[in-house]
């Protein structure tokens, strides 16, 4: 799975075990993509970057990304072009 997104096996090993980005709460709905990601990249009927980019779509669209900025990275809220802003 690692080789799909660019990073090590290390590092997956480290996100399944919630040992990295394990502040970062996310919806059921997100965590259900993640999945739905993870089986197509799996079976090699996707790629990385097109998951990554799904992905931050749906939670784009949900303002879930919005949330995230928010808690964890309010410098980049003054460049945000969401609307509202949150």
């Known amino acids: 799975m690692g080789d799909c997104l660019g990073i ?19 919806s059921k ?3 259900d993509e993640i999945k739905k990601s993870a089986k197509l990249l799996s079976e090699k009927k996707s790629n990385g970057m097109a998951e990554i980019l799904r992905i931050l779509a749906v939670m784009k669209s949900s303002k879930e990304s919005c949330q995230v900025c928010k808690r964890y990275n309010k410098d980049v809220l003054k460049y945000c072009n969401a609307s509202p802003k949150y």
């Not at 090590?8 to 996310?26: D, E, P």
Request: aromatic residues 4%; positive net charge.
């Open 29 to 31: 709905d997100v965590s």
């Open 8 to 26: 090590s096996k290390a590092a997956v090993s480290q996100y399944l075990s919630n040992k990295r980005a394990n502040k970062i709460k996310i």
